[in-house]
């Protein structure tokens, strides 16, 4: 790595730790007190939630890309190391960073996946997350703002979610159309712009230059998507209630359901490494305006961001340590040769 990458890397971290470090004092030694003594039936259930999580996800995304190939790449369980080994990353550098430079360079490495079409799969899966933002982040507004009572706000967000179904079957065409249309734009985009480009370097982003060949998903494909991108909402939802049960917090359900399309966004936003800081910021500002106590909102934004890292470096382990641990030099491999791709 080049000393500008190291000197960036630092600075990003030093800024997240900045705004992470102000979080912890304004909750005090309580907070930290909350996340240190844990329930551990909860906790367990808390790690068994996120992993639940990692599988769909990573089937979604081993799903697009057999579609898009025409075949199956390879066994669900690799796609779910490729997918962990990003997710791993992404605690290093920037989650958008990990997913877009590692998955498909692993994808490349191993089964011979064009990485334009592993980046192109990758871009495609997150927008599925993004459409599910769109439809719940308004109606969380509206109740965060007591705009709306909590049961009209989940029924705008159930008939949006509907909508979207029909959406889908009628207009799915034009739909990836657009949607290649923005890719091209935002990989134009991420190469022009300085601040944007670490996030993924023209090495890969240059392989983005001609996605007409690419077939159309099918309708049926985009409604099993659809229906895995929901399944997957339910485990994020499941993670969360079980720390706020495993740290003894009174964070409402409600309040949890309105922090997931913030908290989603910054992720989206975010460009400290591993959105450390901002992440935390984005659900701080909707536990401000619920009108959680600082000590409950500091002792779950230390206790998310400590038990994550721990859950998904176990993950991780545990996952290589199945496929086999010769391929943790593989793993070795293909990051040195991301991080040499990003200091070009």
């Known amino acids: 790595m080049s000393k500008k990458a190291r000197w960036r890397y630092v600075i990003g971290y030093l800024i997240g730790l900045a705004l992470f470090g102000a979080i912890i004092y304004l909750g005090g030694i309580g907070s930290i007190q909350a996340t240190l003594s844990p329930r551990l039936d909860f906790l367990l259930l808390c790690f068994a939630a996120n992993l639940l999580l990692f599988v769909t996800s990573s089937l979604r995304w081993g799903y697009v890309i057999n579609k898009i190939e025409g075949y199956k790449v390879c066994s669900y369980y690799n796609y779910f190391v490729f997918f962990m080994s990003g997710r791993f990353l992404g605690q290093y550098i920037s989650r958008a960073g990990g997913d877009l430079l590692l998955r498909p360079a ?17 871009f495609l899966e997150k927008t599925f997350d993004l459409m599910l933002i769109l439809i719940l982040i308004i109606p969380a507004v509206l109740y965060l703002f007591k705009i709306t009572p909590g049961y009209i706000s989940l029924l705008i967000a159930i008939t949006s979610f509907a909508a979207l179904l029909v959406f889908s079957v009628q207009r799915s065409s034009k739909f990836l159309g657009t949607f290649k249309r923005a890719l091209l734009w935002g990989g134009f985009a991420l190469k022009k712009t300085p601040l944007l480009n670490r996030l993924a370097r023209d090495k890969y982003l240059e392989k983005i230059n001609n996605l007409d060949k690419f077939k159309l998903l099918e309708k049926k494909t985009l409604h099993y998507l659809l229906a895995m991108t929901f399944v997957r909402l339910i485990f994020v939802i499941g993670r969360l209630y079980f720390l706020v049960a495993a740290l003894g917090l009174s964070i409402p359900l409600s309040t949890l359901l309105v922090g997931i399309p913030v908290a989603q966004l910054s992720l989206i936003l975010a460009l400290t490494p591993g959105a450390l800081g901002v992440l935390e910021g984005g659900w701080y500002a909707v536990f401000a305006i619920a009108g959680i106590a600082p000590a409950e909102r500091s002792a ?45």
């Open 300 to 344: 779950f934004l230390i206790g998310q961001r400590v038990y994550w890292f721990i859950f998904i470096n176990l993950i991780f382990l545990m996952s290589y340590l199945i496929f086999g641990a010769k391929r943790l030099l593989l793993f070795r491999d293909v990051v040195a040769i991301s991080a040499k791709g990003t200091d070009e």
């Open 106 to 122: 692993l994808l490349n490495r191993v089964n011979g996946v064009a990485l334009k079409k592993g980046i192109y799969a990758t």
